[in-house]
C-alpha cells in the first residue's frame, strides 16, 4: 500500500472513530433520575430492583428478627424508598407475624446498591403487642371517663383557665399538646401558588421522629406585632429537662407522593416574619427533631414576647 493510500485510509477512518466516541460520550450522559423519595405503592413504582432486593433479604434472613419471630410466618409493608448517594437505595420495611398478632408492627430500612445488593441493614422496632382485652376495656372506660370530664370542664371553665393558653406582655399564645410520629405528610402552595404533597422526614432515622405542636398566637394589643419565626423563637423541654429548637420546615420539606398514614390533617408550617395587626391571629405548626419516645415538659416561646406553656 502507497503511503498516498494509507493516508486516504486513516483519514476515511477517523470520521467513523469520531461517530464511535461521540456514540459513546452521549451513552454515558447520566439519565433522568426519579423522585428522591417515594411512599407506599409509589416507592415499589420507582424503584422496583431495590424494594424487591429488600423484601427477598428479609424473607431469606428472618433470623436477625431474633428467636421469637425467625421462626414465625411474617407479612412485610413498603413504607418508603429514597434515593441516596452513590446511587444507594434505602428500603424502610414494616414486618409483623401474619396470624395472632394484635399491635405495632416492626420497622426496619435496607441500604440497596444498583445491582441490588444489600449494603446495610438495620432493625429500627420490633413488632409490640397491645395490652390485653381486659386492661384495653379498662383504658377504654378511663378514656371516655376523660372526655366526660374534660368537657364538663370545658362547660363551667372560661378560656383563662386553660392551662395551654396563656398571657403574655403583648401576645395570647395557645400551644397544644404535642404529637409525634415518624414522617409528616401535607399538602400545601409553593411561593408561586401551585399544590403540591409535601413531606418531612428526621435527620437521625434511626433514633429521631418529628414532634409536632400546633400554635396559635394572638395580637391583643391596639398596635401591630412584628414576629420572627426561626430556630430562635422557641424550645421544647423534654421530661429530662433537654431542650431543643424548632427545624425549618421550608427548608426542611420536600415533595413527595400523598402518604395516607403520615398526613397530618390542617398541617400549616408556621416560619419567617408574620406581621399582627391589632386583634388579629396566626395558627402553625411548629416542628421538632427529637429522640423517639420523648415526653415533654413546657414550651417557651420568647419571638416578641416570653411565654411558657407548661404540659402535665
Given at each position: 500500500?502507497t503511503?498516498?493510500?494509507r493516508?486516504?485510509q486513516?483519514?476515511?477512518?477517523?470520521?467513523?472513530?469520531?461517530?464511535?466516541?461521540?456514540a459513546?460520550s452521549?451513552?454515558a450522559?447520566?439519565?433522568v433520575?426519579?423522585?428522591s423519595c417515594e411512599?407506599?405503592?409509589?416507592?415499589?413504582?420507582?424503584?422496583?430492583?431495590?424494594?424487591?432486593a429488600?423484601?427477598?433479604?428479609a424473607?431469606?434472613n428472618?433470623?436477625?428478627?431474633?428467636?421469637?419471630?425467625?421462626?414465625?410466618?411474617?407479612t412485610?409493608?413498603?413504607?418508603s424508598?429514597?434515593?441516596?448517594?452513590?446511587?444507594?437505595?434505602?428500603?424502610?420495611?414494616?414486618?409483623?407475624?401474619?396470624?395472632?398478632?394484635?399491635?405495632?408492627?416492626?420497622s426496619?430500612?435496607?441500604?440497596?446498591d444498583?445491582?441490588?445488593?444489600?449494603?446495610?441493614?438495620?432493625?429500627?422496632?420490633?413488632?409490640?403487642?397491645?395490652?390485653?382485652?381486659v386492661l384495653?376495656?379498662?383504658?377504654?372506660?378511663?378514656?371516655?371517663?376523660?372526655?366526660?370530664?374534660?368537657?364538663?370542664m370545658?362547660?363551667?371553665?372560661?378560656?383563662?383557665?386553660?392551662?395551654?393558653?396563656?398571657a403574655?406582655?403583648?401576645?395570647?399564645?395557645?400551644?397544644?399538646?404535642?404529637?409525634?410520629?415518624?414522617?409528616?405528610?401535607?399538602?400545601?402552595?409553593?411561593t408561586?401558588?401551585?399544590v403540591y404533597?409535601?413531606?418531612?422526614?428526621p435527620?437521625d432515622e434511626a433514633?429521631?421522629?418529628?414532634?409536632?405542636v400546633?400554635?396559635?398566637l394572638?395580637?391583643?394589643?391596639?398596635?401591630?406585632?412584628?414576629?420572627?419565626?426561626?430556630?430562635?423563637?422557641?424550645?421544647?423541654?423534654?421530661?429530662?429537662?433537654?431542650?431543643y429548637?424548632?427545624?425549618?420546615?421550608?427548608?426542611?420539606?420536600?415533595?413527595?407522593?400523598?402518604?395516607?398514614?403520615?398526613?397530618?390533617?390542617?398541617f400549616?408550617?408556621?416560619?419567617?416574619?408574620v406581621k399582627?395587626?391589632?386583634?388579629?391571629?396566626?395558627?402553625?405548626?411548629?416542628?421538632?427533631?427529637?429522640?423517639r419516645?420523648?415526653s415533654?415538659?413546657?414550651?417557651?416561646?420568647?419571638?416578641?414576647d416570653?411565654?411558657?406553656?407548661r404540659?402535665?
Amino acid at each position: 500500500m502507497t503511503e498516498e493510500n494509507r493516508t486516504e485510509q486513516n483519514a476515511a477512518e477517523e470520521p467513523q472513530a469520531t461517530d464511535e466516541d461521540a456514540a459513546v460520550s452521549a451513552s454515558a450522559e447520566p439519565a433522568v433520575k426519579s423522585a428522591s423519595c417515594e411512599f407506599g405503592e409509589e416507592a415499589t413504582k420507582s424503584f422496583p430492583s431495590q424494594v424487591s432486593a429488600a423484601l427477598e433479604y428479609a424473607r431469606a434472613n428472618k433470623y436477625e428478627y431474633g428467636p421469637r419471630l425467625r421462626d414465625a410466618d411474617l407479612t412485610w409493608n413498603v413504607v418508603s424508598a429514597e434515593r441516596m448517594a452513590g446511587d444507594i437505595v434505602r428500603v424502610r420495611l414494616e414486618f409483623m407475624p401474619i396470624s395472632g398478632f394484635r399491635g405495632d408492627p416492626g420497622s426496619e430500612y435496607m441500604d440497596i446498591d444498583a445491582g441490588g445488593a444489600v449494603l446495610a441493614r438495620r432493625q429500627l422496632s420490633i413488632p409490640k403487642e397491645n395490652k390485653p382485652f381486659v386492661l384495653m376495656g379498662i383504658t377504654a372506660f378511663s378514656v371516655i371517663l376523660a372526655v366526660v370530664v374534660i368537657s364538663l370542664m370545658t362547660v363551667f371553665k372560661s378560656e383563662a383557665g386553660d392551662p395551654l393558653y396563656v398571657a403574655g406582655r403583648t401576645l395570647y399564645i395557645r400551644a397544644e399538646e404535642p404529637k409525634q410520629q415518624q414522617f409528616i405528610s401535607y399538602q400545601g402552595a409553593d411561593t408561586m401558588g401551585t399544590v403540591y404533597n409535601w413531606a418531612m422526614k428526621p435527620e437521625d432515622e434511626a433514633n429521631n421522629e418529628l414532634v409536632y405542636v400546633k400554635v396559635t398566637l394572638i395580637n391583643e394589643t391596639s398596635g401591630t406585632v412584628n414576629l420572627i419565626v426561626d430556630e430562635t423563637s422557641s424550645t421544647l423541654m423534654d421530661g429530662n429537662r433537654s431542650t431543643y429548637i424548632p427545624i425549618d420546615t421550608i427548608s426542611r420539606a420536600y415533595t413527595a407522593e400523598p402518604a395516607p398514614r403520615y398526613t397530618v390533617p390542617g398541617f400549616v408550617p408556621i416560619w419567617g416574619t408574620v406581621k399582627l395587626n391589632a386583634r388579629e391571629q396566626v395558627t402553625g405548626m411548629l416542628v421538632f427533631d427529637m429522640p423517639r419516645g420523648s415526653s415533654f415538659s413546657e414550651l417557651r416561646w420568647t419571638a416578641s414576647d416570653s411565654v411558657t406553656i407548661r404540659y402535665q
